[in-house]
């Protein structure tokens, strides 16, 4: 599966001679899996028309700002923008780049690219000499700051009959540098990640248990920064008031130690991830019985007897693939270096990320933390405090940087 199956992307045409090419790359971009929205300027009307782009792209094609004079109803450029996961403008015209640059609104395209909050690529097509001019060089790089990805022309014969820089890259190349765009954006497509995360709560009674301080932000931070890079995240997350919206993250909303891990196991019925990332502050014990209802204060125990939890990371562990990469957290007090290499063994995990609650600013309770990467007695990777978001940056660019050596095929788009 290439990595624009049921990609949706907003196709811009403007009015170049290389309209006449559009047609050709929606064509591509249909072709290997993907939805086009094709709206078109005035402009690239005189060159194509609106029904051979309707009929390939297979959706109605948007033009005009007013989409009827007389009814009063007009082309919803909010919703378009926000459909995309792409705005690609394939010719981009000298004139909507610079329309681009200074922000305007005078065609409906570019009422697009001013709402849209996807990313942009562009494919100028014109002129070598309109190509070369010191405005077009500098809209130009004033867009590629602004990050939008460019698609470079192609050097050749113009339609003038001149020849130098600015045919608009072939249709095949575009979908090629979209694909390869794609991926960039989304390194870790095709990859799946299994994450606990929060505390747990072991009853004592109705509404009395046993937990921990856990607020589930670390691993919140990192479901949402591998979704971002286009992991599936299964995300069992014990208690936590945390957000972890993201169409990439499923999450199940767990209470105690032993619906954690039978919300691990379902979700590895269901696919083997290939990265495990205990976060979860396990508790490790519950009561060995839970008394029914709310009991009385004088009818509580003078001492409550527990029974070990099971480690679901160690469980989970045993489980998978040899090339998944196991990650579990250690919250010490002090120096933790022993018992992270301990449980590094114990648990069967490549890395075990240390935090300590005595270094100033990390652990739970805090939006910072101060981690220690421990893969081995002879390596152990120190990082300054920050927040748990670049926290969650460190980790994921670990998990890319093993994932892509341990199992490189499975990326998409390869
Ligand atoms: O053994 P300890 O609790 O210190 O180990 C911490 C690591 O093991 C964390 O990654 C935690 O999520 C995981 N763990 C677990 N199940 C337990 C206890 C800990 O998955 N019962």
């Not at 204060?297 to 469980?315: R, W």
Request: glycine share 8%; hydrophobic share 40%.
């Amino acid at each position: 599966m290439g990595s624009l199956s049921g990609r949706r992307i907003v196709l811009g045409v403007t009015g170049s001679i290389a309209a006449y090419k559009s047609a050709l790359v929606v064509r591509e971009l249909v072709k290997a899996g993907a939805q086009v929205r094709v709206v078109m300027t005035p402009g690239a009307k005189e060159f194509i028309t609106p029904l051979t782009l309707g009929t390939l792209s297979g959706q109605a094609v948007h033009s005009a700002l007013t989409e009827d004079r007389d009814s009063g109803t007009w082309t919803d450029h909010v919703e378009l923008g926000l459909w995309g996961d792409v705005v690609l403008v394939a010719p981009a015209t000298a004139h909507t780049l610079s329309g681009m640059v200074e922000g305007r609104g005078d065609s409906l395209l570019l009422t697009v690219l001013l709402s849209a909050k996807c990313p942009v690529v562009v494919a100028p097509a014109m002129d070598r000499d309109m190509f070369t001019h010191a405005a077009t060089t500098d809209n130009l790089e004033t867009l590629r700051q602004r990050g939008v990805h460019i698609i470079e022309p192609d050097t050749g014969e113009l339609a003038s009959g001149l020849s130098g820089k600015g045919r608009m890259a072939e249709p095949d190349r575009i979908r090629q540098e979209l694909t390869e765009w794609f991926r960039s954006q989304a390194p870790l497509m095709g990859y799946r990640a299994l994450i606990t995360s929060g505390p747990t709560r072991e009853p004592i009674d109705a509404v009395r248990f046993i937990g921990n301080r856990s607020s589930g932000r670390q691993g919140a931070a990192i479901a949402l920064e591998l979704a971002r890079r286009g992991m599936l995240v299964d995300y069992i997350s014990g208690p936590s008031s945390i957000p972890t919206d993201h169409p990439g993250i499923r999450r199940v909303d767990v209470e105690t130690a032993l619906d954690m891990k039978a919300a691990a196991e379902a979700a590895m019925a269901h696919a083997l991830p290939d990265a495990v990332i205990g976060t979860a502050a396990v508790a490790d014990v519950r009561p060995a019985t839970t008394i029914s209802g709310k009991a009385a204060k004088t009818d509580l125990p003078d001492a409550i007897s527990m029974v070990p939890n099971p480690d679901i990371l160690a469980g989970i562990n045993a489980v998978v693939s040899p090339e998944c990469f196991k990650v579990g957290f250690a919250l010490a007090h002090g120096n933790g270096q022993e018992a992270a290499l301990r449980k590094l063994e114990a648990k069967n995990c490549d890395m075990i990320v240390l935090n300590s609650i005595t270094d100033k600013g990390a652990g739970f309770e805090h939006t910072t933390n101060r981690v220690d990467f421990v893969y081995g007695p002879d390596r152990i990777d120190s990082f300054e405090l920050k927040t748990k978001e670049a926290v969650a940056e460190d980790l994921a660019n670990e998990v890319q940087r093993q994932l892509l050596l341990r199992a490189p095929l499975k990326q998409s788009g390869r």
